[in-house]
Structures are given as C-alpha cells and as structure tokens.
T-cell receptor, first 116, second 111 residues
Framework: GAVVSQHPSWVICKSGTSVKIECRSL??????MFWYRQFPKQSLMLMATSNEGSKATYEQGVEKDKFLINHASLTLSTLTVTSAHPEDSSFYIC????????????FGPGTRLTVL | QKEVEQNSGPLSVPEGAIASLNCTYS??????FFWYRQYSGKSPELIMS????GDKEDGRFTAQLNKASQYVSLLIRDSQPSDSATYLC???????????FGGGTRVLVKP
C-alpha cells in the first residue's frame, strides 16, 4: 500500500499557541487529501477535504479560520491549529487518495495533540 | 439512522475461530466499500476494499458485499490475538469522494 508520513507524531502545547502538522505522501502523488480528527473511543470525523492548488472544503461545524489547511503540492499538506485550546486536544490523521486509479484512502500515522 | 452502522462490540472470539463483522449503510448509491483495522492509539490501516457484489478473499480475510441489502461484512478466519483491534467499515458514495465511517467494532481474540 501507499506510504504516508505525518510529523510530529505527538505534540504538547500551551493554550493559545498554534501548532502545524505536516502530512506527506512518500511514494505517490495525490491531488486529493483529507484531514480527520478522532476523540478517544470515537470513530474518525472528517474535518476537511483539500485539493492541490485550491481551497479546502470544510465539514459542517469545523472552523476554517481555526484549522488552516494548505495543500502545497501533490505530496504535502499541512494542518495548522491556530490558538489551540484544551478542547482541541485530539488525534489528527491525514489521508491521501492513492492515485492508483482507485479511490482507496491511505492514512498517515496520526498526530496526537495535547493542549494544556 | 446513521449512514454507516456497526455493532460496537466487543466481539469476543477464541483463537483459531472465525470472527464475523457486519456493517450496514443507508445510501443506496454507495459505490466503494472498505474495511480498516485500527489498533489502540494508531491510525487506521487498510485491510480490504470491495466494489462488486459477492465475496473477495485476501489471506485470512474475506469481505462480502450485498448492495441489494445494503450490507457489507468481514470474516476473519483462524483469528489470532494480534487481530484484536477495532475494525472500521467505510463507505464511499463516488470515486474521489469522502469516506463515511461506521463507529467500529472492537474485536477481542482470546488465546
């Protein structure tokens, strides 16, 4: 399967600071990628869909000014959590559509964010 | 009604037995169906995709799709303790579209 990396794997920050999470596809190019959030004992919740070179499409209830997504290239997307608060503490996971002619999504290893 | 429904479990299975997981979906126009496995604290990893009615086998895993009944299942043969995880069913309405996940079924394989 396709390989996706995320950095950092975990981060602890103070309330009010901003955190940037990078997501890279290592062995394929992808025009579409997704950012998810997962709270403990819950399933994945889609936050936004982004296409390379255009603005991200956010799901209902997700603040676009708080969660900034930049799909800089076919292999890199970043999610910035601005002015983070404790309620933003969660497991953030990116995924890419493989670009192998199927619509299979491959997930990055995730970033655990803890806001103090 | 949730778009994708799964029994949350836990589904307790003796080692070596068959684990049977079920998933139903509400949108009859759904095109693609996926099973992911998620270990605690980790991200989902793809087990299998299925697009056509019938069975699809990959190693110890078999996915079954019945579009008329809006039902997709996953069988795990010869279950191992390492199969203990949460299994997520995901449905895609159209190619390139977003996945809708079920709540997941927790499987416990007991030695």
């Amino acid at each position: 399967g396709a390989v996706v990396s995320q950095h950092p794997s975990w981060v602890i920050c103070k309330s009010g600071t901003s955190v940037k999470i990078e997501c890279r596809s290592l062995d394929f190019q992808a025009t579409t990628m997704f950012w998810y959030r997962q709270f403990p004992k819950q399933s994945l919740m889609l936050m936004a869909t982004s296409n390379e070179g255009s603005k991200a499409t956010y799901e209902q209830g997700v603040e676009k000014d708080k969660f900034l997504i930049n799909h800089a290239s076919l292999t890199l997307s970043t999610l910035t959590v601005t002015s983070a608060h404790p309620e933003d503490s969660s497991f953030y996971i990116c995924s890419f559509i493989a670009g192998d002619g199927t619509d299979t999504q491959y997930f990055g290893p995730g970033t655990r964010l803890t806001v103090l | 009604q949730k778009e994708v429904e799964q029994n949350s479990g836990p589904l307790s299975v003796p080692e070596g037995a068959i684990a049977s997981l079920n998933c139903t979906y509400s949108d009859r126009g759904s095109q693609s169906f996926f099973w992911y496995r998620q270990y605690s604290g980790k991200s989902p990893e793809l087990i299998m995709s299925i697009y056509s009615n019938g069975d699809k086998e990959d190693g110890r895993f078999t996915a079954q799709l019945n579009k008329a009944s809006q039902y997709v299942s996953l069988l795990i043969r010869d279950s191992q303790p390492s199969d203990s995880a949460t299994y997520l069913c995901a449905v895609n309405k159209a190619a390139g579209n977003k996945l809708t996940f079920g709540g997941g079924t927790r499987v416990l394989v007991k030695p």
